[in-house]
C-alpha cells in the first residue's frame, strides 16, 4: 500500500522547493536582488567582473561628455545612486509571499539617465551596499552590476523607448518599464546562480529550479515594481515636467500648458 | 539602516592602518576564499575575522545582523545541494508518502559553498568596520580605480544620510495619514516618497554644485594626497599574506 503513494526522488523537488520557498520567502526579507558575498567560484567572479567592467567605462564615459556642458551632472548622478541605495533598502510589502522584498529602482534610472549612466548608478549603489551593509559583496558585485545594473537598465530603457515610440502614454510606458526592468534583473541573476552553484550538476534543471523558487517573490515584486515606476514618472511629469524634458524622457510639445 | 557600519566604527588599532594596505589584503583574502576547495582554510578565516571584530568592539546585536542575511542564505544552499545533488546516499527517510533522500557528497559541497560565503562575508565585515568610507575611496584613487566613479560614490554616500533623513520625514507622515494601510495606498505612498526624493536629489545637486563652482570646483574633486608607505605595515601585510597563502595550500 504504502509503495503506490511513494514518490519517486526526481519528483521531491517540488517539495524541496515549496520548502525553500518557506524558508527563503516567508521567515525574513527576500534579498533575491543580490548574490550574497562568496557564493560564485573564483572563475564566475572573474567573468561577470569582466563583462561588467565595459559597461561601467562606457557609463563613465557618458558622464563625462555629459558633465562637460553641466557641471551639475557628477553631482545628480550620485543623488540618483543615494535614491536607488535608499529605496532598495526599503521593505515593500510582496502580498502573494507574505513578506517584504525591495525594488532594485533600475527601471526608473534607464528611464531619466538612460542604459549607460543607470549602470554606473547601480554599480555605485551595489557598492556602498556591499560594504556596509554586507548585502551583495565585492566578489560578486560584478554579476550584481551585470544583472541589476546592465540587464534591469537596459530592459527597462529598451522597453520605455518602444513603447514610446508606439505612443503609448507615460503611465503605461513607465509601469512596463519597472516590470521588465526588475524581472531582468531576476531572470539574470538566476543564470548567474544557477551557473556559480551548479558544480557538475546540468545547467537547465538547476535554472528552472531557482527561477520557480524566486517567482513567488519576484514576479509580484516585478508588478509593484512597475506600479512605482510609473507613479514616479507621473509624479515628476506633473510637478517638475521641465526636468523630464531637460533629461529628454518626453518632448517640449508633450507638456500641458 | 540604523545599524549603517560607519556608525559604530570605534577607534582601534586597524584604523590607524593605511587603507591601501588593508584593501589589499582584504581582496587577497577574499580571492584566496572563493578560489578555495575546503572547509579547513574558510573556517580559519572566519575565525580570525570573527577575533578581529571582537577586538574592535563591534558591538553584537550589529555582528549578528550583519551574519544573518548570509547564514540564512548559506543553510538554504547546504539543504538545496543535500537533496538535489550528489550520487552517494547518506540517508533515506520514509516520510510513508515519500521518500527523502540526503547525498554525502551534495552535503560535502553545500558545506564547502556555505563556508566560502561566511568567510568571504567575515573579510568584507572587517574592512567595513576597519576602514572609514573617505579612506577607501582615496585608498581606491591610489589605486586608479576611475576618479568619475570615486567622485559620484562620494556624493552618494555623503548624501545617502542627508536623502535619507528627508525618506524617513517622508515615509512617517504618509504612514500617519495611513499611506501604507492597504496595497493600493502603500504603492501610492511609496511612488510619491521615491519621486519627491528624486526631486530632491535634482534640487540638492543644483544647490551643491553653485556652492562648489563658488568654491572653484572644475568638474573635478581634489583627493586626499597620500602619505608615503610605513615599511613596518608593508613588512607585516606581506607576512600576512605569505602566512595565508600557506593555509591556503594546506
Known sequence: ?257 | MEFFTEQFRKRHFLIEVDPRVKIVASVFTLLLVISYEGFLFPLIIIAGCTLLCLKMKVPFKVFIIRYSEPAFIAIVLILLKLFLSGSEVLFTLDMNIFTLTGYQDGLLNGLMLASRIMAAVSVIIVLGFSTPFTAIMAGLSWFKVPKTLIEITMFAYRYIFVLLEDAMVIYNAQKNRLGYSSITRGINSFSTLTGSLILKAFEHSQKTTIAMVQRGYDGNIPFIKHKPFKHLEIAISVLFMITLGALWRI
Open chain 1, 1 to 257: 500500500m504504502n509503495s503506490r503513494f511513494k514518490i519517486q526522488n526526481s519528483k521531491l523537488i517540488i517539495l524541496i522547493l515549496v520548502m525553500i520557498y518557506f524558508s527563503l520567502f516567508t521567515l525574513s526579507d527576500a534579498y533575491a536582488m543580490h548574490l550574497a558575498e562568496g557564493i560564485l567560484p573564483f572563475t564566475w567572479s572573474l567573468i561577470w567582473w569582466a563583462l561588467a567592467i565595459p559597461f561601467i567605462g562606457y557609463g563613465i564615459w557618458r558622464l563625462k561628455v555629459l558633465s562637460k556642458d553641466d557641471l551639475s551632472f557628477k553631482p545628480l548622478v550620485g543623488l540618483l545612486a543615494a535614491v536607488v541605495f535608499i529605496i532598495s533598502c526599503m521593505p515593500v510589502p510582496v502580498p502573494t509571499a507574505g513578506t517584504c522584498s525591495h525594488p532594485a529602482g533600475t527601471g526608473i534610472t534607464a528611464i531619466i539617465l538612460g542604459p549607460a549612466i543607470s549602470a554606473l548608478v547601480a554599480s555605485v549603489a551595489l557598492f556602498i551596499q556591499a560594504l556596509f551593509l554586507a548585502h551583495g559583496g565585492l566578489s560578486t558585485l560584478g554579476a550584481n552590476i551585470v544583472s541589476m545594473g546592465v540587464m534591469g537598465s537596459l530592459a527597462g530603457f529598451i522597453i520605455f523607448k518602444i513603447l514610446r515610440s508606439l505612443r503609448l502614454n507615460l503611465m503605461i510606458s513607465g509601469f512596463f518599464a519597472g516590470l521588465l526592468a526588475d524581472w531582468a534583473t531576476y531572470l539574470m541573476t538566476s543564470v548567474e546562480l544557477a551557473l556559480g552553484i551548479r558544480g557538475d550538476a546540468p545547467f537547465l534543471p538547476l535554472l528552472t529550479q531557482i527561477i520557480v523558487a524566486f517567482a513567488p517573490t519576484q514576479i509580484p515584486l516585478g508588478i509593484l515594481e512597475g506600479f512605482m515606476t510609473s507613479g514616479v514618472v507621473m509624479l515628476l511629469y506633473k510637478k517638475r515636467p521641465d526636468l523630464l524634458m531637460k533629461m529628454m524622457v518626453i518632448k517640449p510639445s508633450e507638456v500641458k500648458g
